[in-house]
């Protein structure tokens, strides 16, 4: 029941047509559809998430203080999962509570090694582990339980950056880093139109990571007694770092920054408007300047490193003090 309460009590305004009305078994039935081809779409992201970022992650782990042995491997529990979609990965996928693998890379350590959608990854505690498992950081074999069978699995698996690649549910074209990991929205997704643009807004956010510039931009807040948080300089920075990370992967450099037009023609704002990061136009300009930096560097066999400010080197074996 409805009421309305006004300065006056009045009947309700309503509508004036005869509407259709589902039943509740046809409800049900179209909700279970929308679910599952919502569920398919973003298992396909994830994979493509996957593909792209697992080049870079490996290309740049001489450059990361936190490296990991890279299986190809992703695995997964229902809590992995938007609210909305558990119900769908639940009955596409039979995903529980008990880490599984969900995928496989191609040509990846564990392919090669016959690990399949389903095994259980077993920690050195005798429990089931997500591939980010401390225990497997360094592990040369994998222990596995397959159909309730437990099997040894040797595989030579190569390092890479040891940050987690995370797909989030969201309309929001974004993209952000945490320190721990990369997260990247589906409309952001979406909005990468080529698997370089991808690879730059991954490379961009691994740059985040690796340069500190989380603890960095919390530490300047402190320092200024909460007055400021300065972020536009990092910005700039990530986008310099993170395409050479692409490039480093063997990605494609040819019109990458054409991201940058794109995305200010889609937020006008960000073209004229300098708060957390800098304009479209700068960011697009700078990014053409440094493929010229990072083509002149190939042209003359020179190794793909940025131009590290005098002093500012870092020394990769150890974990740098970040008030510095």
């Known amino acids: 029941m409805v009421f309305c309460v006004g300065l006056v009590l009045t009947a309700c305004a309503t509508v004036e047509t005869r509407l259709p009305v589902p039943s509740a078994s046809q409800l049900e039935l179209e909700a279970t559809n929308q679910e599952t081809e919502a569920f398919a779409r973003y298992l396909k992201m994830r994979e493509r998430l996957d593909k792209i970022s697992a080049p870079v992650l490996a290309a740049n782990a001489e ?22 979609l558990r119900d769908a990965a639940a009955r596409r996928l039979a995903v529980g509570d008990t880490h599984t693998v969900l995928l496989v890379r191609r040509g990846s350590a564990a392919h090669k090694a016959g690990i399949k959608r389903g095994d259980v990854l077993i920690g050195d505690k005798g429990k089931p582990v997500s591939t980010y498992d401390k225990s497997l950081k360094s592990a040369d074999s994998l222990h596995i339980r397959r159909a309730g069978k437990d099997i040894n699995v ?13 797909l989030r549910m969201s309309g929001a074209v974004n993209a952000y880093a945490n320190g721990r990991a990369v997260i990247v929205t589906t409309a ?5 139109v080529s698997d370089d643009e991808l690879a730059l807004i991954v490379g961009h956010e691994l740059a985040h990571n690796t340069m500190r510039h989380v603890p960095k931009a919390v530490w300047n807040t402190i320092i200024s007694g909460l007055a400021t948080r300065t972020t536009r300089p990092f910005e700039s920075e990530a986008d310099y770092v993170g395409l050479y990370y692409m490039a480093r ?27 957390t990061h800098p304009v479209t136009p700068r960011r697009l300009l700078a990014i053409r300047m440094a493929v010229a930096e990072v083509e002149a560097k190939r042209a003359a066999g020179a190794e793909l490193v940025p131009n ?14 970040y008030g510095k």
């Open 249 to 275: 992967a063997g990605y494609n450099l040819d019109g990458v920054e054409d991201f940058w037009r794109r995305l200010g023609v889609q937020y006008p704002k960000s073209i004229v408007r300098e708060k």
């Open 188 to 192: 952001m997704m979406d909005f990468a």
């Open 154 to 166: 040797s595989l030579n698996a190569d390092p890479a950056c040891d940050y987690a690649v995370v």
């Open 308 to 321: 590290y400010l005098p002093g500012k080197e870092p020394d990769y074996e150890k974990e740098p003090d």
């Open 63 to 84: 450059l990361c203080t936190k490296t990991r042995a890279d299986f190809g491997i992703v695995t997964h529990t229902k809590k992995s999962y938007p609210k909305h």
